[in-house]
């Protein structure tokens, strides 16, 4: 005789909101969880590895503590945190099943995918007709070597990254004799088998980050300093209020990319020209909060209440 298992049973009142992170203990997963609580809104920290997916015949369940997750109204993706194939796919997985069975995800999986990915970024920034720096992405090194060679000195990165992770500005004559070598160190440790190379934008030491919400700036960052080239909080990026007007390129990034909540990075060059660099789909506001003089969380839980 076949043992069937016992799935729990669906008890606890269900949540509007839910908040999918792999860090629920994060200030920006604290912080939003207090303001949507503020606003009077049940909220739920979706944990990935604590989410079980269940199968049998006649039934298909997303479930959290025994909370039916396809209840949501509303999931506010904060990171997909996933370094590894297996869990990258459980979960954009669960993403994508939650979306097709109702829940509207903040941003949507398409979108998430698409920033994750820089090289599709670069597509729709250009297909929206916004200045990008010069850039291949190629997995043969002897094209990245050749792409080098023509533009030194020239910004390396991985084609999925955050935080100016692996982000180098290749510019000693050393490391271009030997470019071969120092591309396939790049790539095991950063790049993993994808090359992105792109012309280096000298800028006057700063570099912007610009926050979009449904469409609008609410808020942007100067960032100065940082490891090596980068100018990221995460790398020692130091915030800065920002006097220049980014909205009209910050916008059109967002709706290029179809985010919602979106980090737009925009760096000027030494003749004031300015440059999309990337559209960051689950941005971060701890460096902007700072140069910023209304709650960035409570904003955004408002914004996202009201559509309710
Ligand atoms: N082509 C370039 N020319 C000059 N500086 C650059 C260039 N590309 C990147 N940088 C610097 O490196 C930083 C990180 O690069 P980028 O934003 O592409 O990577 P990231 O790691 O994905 O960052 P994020 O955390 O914003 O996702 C930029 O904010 C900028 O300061
Ligand atoms: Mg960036």
């Known amino acids: ?38 606003l009077g809104e049940e909220v739920i920290q979706v944990i990935p590895w604590k989410v079980s997916r269940w199968g049998t015949t006649d039934k298909h369940e ?9 209840r949501l109204e509303l999931l506010l993706v904060l990171d997909i945190g996933a370094n590894d194939i297996g869990t990258f796919f459980n979960r ?11 829940v509207r995800l903040v941003n949507s999986v398409s979108s998430i995918l698409l920033m994750r990915n820089k090289a599709e970024t670069m597509r729709k920034l250009i297909s929206a ?19 080098v060679k023509l533009h030194f000195p020239c910004v390396l990165k991985p084609l999925v990254g955050f935080g100016g992770y692996g982000v180098q500005l290749i510019e000693r004559d050393f490391d271009l004799e030997n470019i071969n070598d120092y591309l396939k160190f790049h790539s095991q440790m950063f790049g993993k088998g994808a090359y992105l190379l792109q012309e280096y934008i000298k800028s006057p030491g700063y570099d912007i980050r610009a926050l979009v919400l449904d469409g609008k700036v609410i808020t942007s960052m100067r960032r100065v300093g940082g490891e090596g080239i ?12 920002n006097t220049l007007d980014v909205t009209n ?16 990075d925009i760096i000027p060059d030494e003749e004031g020209n300015l440059w999309v660099l990337e559209a960051n789909a689950t ?14 969380s409570a904003r955004i839980a408002q914004s996202l209440a009201e559509t309710f």
């Open 249 to 264: 390129l910050s916008i059109r990034a967002a709706n290029s990319v179809k985010g919602h909540i979106v980090g737009v």
């Open 62 to 70: 997303i479930l959290q503590d025994g909370i039916d997750l396809s």
């Open 129 to 147: 007709g916004l200045p990008v720096p010069k850039t291949l992405i190629t997995e043969s090194i002897d094209d990245a070597a050749s792409f």
């Open 230 to 241: 980068t100018t990221n909080i995460h790398s020692g990026g130091v915030p800065q209020k």
């Open 1 to 38: 005789m076949v043992k069937s298992r016992v799935i729990p049973l669906v008890s606890k009142s269900i949540p509007k909101v839910g908040l999918f992170s792999s860090d629920p203990w994060s200030r920006r997963a604290k912080g939003l969880e207090e303001a949507f609580r503020t």
């Open 283 to 296: 941005p971060g506001w701890y460096g902007l909060q700072q140069v910023t003089d209304f709650d960035i």
């Open 92 to 102: 954009v997985g669960l993403l994508s099943a939650l979306t097709e069975m109702g």
